[in-house]
């Protein structure tokens, strides 16, 4: 979609250059996650995404059962086709068509969307960076979990495992154009068409509209003086 290319292909040459060279540069530290399936208590090797880590119930036709916990403390139990974590560089992506909001790069958080929910009332969240997630798939859930990051590497969850995931300690640095902010608007514009309609004209007088302008002011649709309006007869 270009939300990580800000550049013009025609200048890419020169911009990397420039770059090279020692030209001032302004960098964007892309936040990532951090992931590892735990079975058996036994932790698993760690996997990084930038956009979003995935769990959701793959061939199975069964919604996928979840527990979510948040720095240890219960939150829900997700009923649905499955649940996103992302970033804010990974709002714009799997999360947005999901119903998850758009978050600037440099806002320090972690959405938490579900992927077609069992509940209405079940909304998209967003938390601090700096919280813990634990997904586990229950023994009595119908279906078992497949867990995917950045779209690949994806893992079969079993009844019993553990998923944790939390901000990675490497973050992706990437040159911006200009700025981080003036980046990501311009690529809302390009990308998304963010908010693009017909403006509104402004409002014609109507003819019914001097009627009572003039009414009011004590002069008649034609212009001529009525005098002040005189109050009804008493009854």
Request: charged fraction near 20%; charge should be neutral.
């Amino acid at each position: 979609m270009g939300f990580l290319t800000p550049f013009d292909l025609q200048s890419l040459k020169d911009d990397i250059r420039g770059a090279v060279d020692g030209a001032a540069v302004k960098i964007s530290l892309r936040m990532r996650l951090s992931a590892r399936i735990v079975r058996a208590g036994k932790p698993g090797c760690t996997y990084h995404a930038l956009n979003e880590v995935v769990v959701e119930r793959g061939g199975n036709p069964h919604l996928s059962l979840i527990e979510c916990f948040c720095d240890d403390q219960f939150l829900t139990t997700v009923q649905a086709d499955g649940l996103i974590i992302a970033t804010p560089t990974g709002s714009t992506a799997y999360s947005m068509s999901a119903g998850g909001s758009m978050v600037h790069p440099s806002v320090p958080a972690i959405l938490f969307t579900p992927i077609c929910p069992h509940s209405l009332s079940f909304r998209p969240l967003i938390f601090p960076d700096s919280v813990v997630f634990r997904c586990d798939i229950p023994e009595d859930g119908r279906a078992e979990g497949v867990v995917s990051f950045d779209g690949k590497n994806s893992q079969p969850l079993k009844h019993g495992d553990a998923l944790v995931i939390k901000m990675s300690s490497y973050p992706v640095p990437t040159i911006c154009k200009d700025d981080s902010t003036a980046d990501w608007f311009s690529s809302l514009d390009s990308a998304l068409g963010f908010n693009v309609r017909v403006r509104q004209k402004a409002p014609k007088p109507s003819r019914y509209f001097n009627t009572i302008f003039n009414d009011l002011n004590g002069s008649s649709s034609t212009g001529s003086h009525a005098g002040p309006r005189q109050p009804p007869p008493p009854q």
